[in-house]
C-alpha cells in the first residue's frame, strides 16, 4: 500500500496539474470506486460538476482537494492500488479505469482514477475545523487521524506522552494513525533499522530522547524516499504522470532478507508480523529480553 511519500509525491502531481481547474463533468465507471460516497454514483458526480478544484492537500496516506467554497472536499484513499493519473483526453482508456473527471479548459487533460483491486476510492465530504493550522478544512473521516511527522503541527511531547501511556510495541505504535499517520510497514522497518530498534521493543521503554531520534529517522528516510519519487515494487505506485519511484533501491531492511546489514554486515531477517512480514538486523537490532 502506498505510504505518505507515495501519496506525498501524488499529491505534489496534482497541485500541480489539476489545482484550479473547473470539473466540466465526472464519470463513475464502477461503483465501488465511490463506495465510500455514500449517496451513490449520481451524487458523486453531480457534486463535482462546475466546482473548481482547490490546492492538493495530505494527511498521511489520504489526500483531497477542497471543492471550491462549497465547504466540501473530494477525498481520496489510492487503497492497495490505485493510481490518479493525468492523462491526454485521447489516450487510450486504461484496464482498471474506475472514474474519469474532464475539465472545462481547453489543456487537453483530464484525471483518471485506475484501480485494480478495487480497495482504494474517491468520495465527497463535509470540511471540519476552521483555525488557522494545518488541520483546517479537513474531510471529516480524517478527524480521528493524527497528524503525519512531516506536518508542521506534528507534536513531538505529545506523540511521546501516547507512546507510553498505550504500553504497545514499537512498531505497532508507528502504524496506528491515531497516533501518527503515514508510516506503513516500509518505512518502520527502515526507521526501525536506523534507530538501531527491534519492532518488538516496548514503547514504554522508550525515553523522550529516544522517541525524538526515532521520530528524526521517521523523518529523514520519508524525505529521501520523497527526492525520488517513493518506492515502487511493481507497477501498480506510479505518480500523475505514470512514473514510478526509485527508493527502492536505497531500502537497508525491508525486503533485503539474508542480504549483509550495511551497517554491520550480519545478514537481515526476515519475521512473520501481523500478516506481515517484519525485515530487522539481529545484532544491530536486538530484541527485547521480554519477547
Not at 514504554?204 to 520523497?226: F, Q, S
Request: proline residues 7%; hydrophobic residues 35%.
Amino acid at each position: 500500500m502506498p505510504e505518505l511519500p507515495e501519496v506525498e509525491v501524488v499529491r505534489r502531481g496534482l497541485e500541480r496539474w489539476v489545482t484550479g481547474r473547473t470539473v466540466q463533468e465526472a464519470e463513475v465507471r464502477h461503483p465501488r470506486a465511490v463506495r465510500r460516497h455514500l449517496q451513490g454514483p449520481g451524487d458523486f458526480a453531480a457534486r463535482l460538476r462546475g466546482v473548481a478544484l482547490g490546492p492538493a492537500r495530505r494527511r498521511g496516506k489520504y489526500l483531497w482537494l477542497p471543492l471550491g467554497e462549497t465547504g466540501t472536499s473530494l477525498l481520496g484513499h489510492l487503497g492497495m492500488s490505485g493510481q490518479l493519473l493525468v492523462q491526454p483526453h485521447d489516450a487510450p482508456d486504461e484496464k482498471h479505469l474506475r472514474i474519469r473527471v474532464r475539465f472545462a479548459d481547453d489543456l487537453g487533460t483530464e484525471l483518471r482514477f485506475v484501480d485494480q483491486r478495487t480497495f482504494g476510492g474517491l468520495s465527497v465530504h463535509e470540511q471540519v475545523g476552521g483555525g488557522p493550522d494545518a488541520a483546517a478544512g479537513l474531510p471529516e473521516p480524517l478527524a480521528h487521524i493524527a497528524p503525519d511527522p512531516l506536518e508542521p503541527v506534528f507534536d513531538e511531547d505529545a506523540f511521546h506522552a501516547a507512546l507510553v501511556r498505550r504500553r504497545t510495541t514499537v512498531k505497532r505504535a508507528l502504524l496506528d494513525q491515531s497516533l501518527i499517520s503515514g508510516v506503513g510497514n516500509i518505512y518502520a522497518d527502515e526507521s526501525l533499522w536506523r534507530a538501531k530498534l527491534h519492532y518488538e521493543r516496548p514503547t514504554a521503554t522508550l525515553t523522550r530522547p529516544r522517541t525524538a531520534e526515532l521520530v528524526g529517522h521517521v523523518r529523514a528516510v520519508m524525505t529521501a524516499a520523497l527526492d525520488v519519487g517513493g518506492t515502487s515494487f511493481d507497477s501498480l505506485y506510479v505518480n500523475v504522470n505514470g512514473e514510478s519511484g526509485y527508493f527502492d533501491r536505497s531500502l537497508d531492511a525491508y525486503g533485503r532478507e539474508d542480504e549483509p546489514c550495511r551497517r554491520c554486515g550480519t545478514a537481515i531477517r526476515r519475521r512473520p508480523w501481523m500478516n506481515r512480514s517484519s525485515y530487522f538486523c539481529p545484532s544491530c537490532q536486538r530484541p527485547p529480553r521480554a519477547a
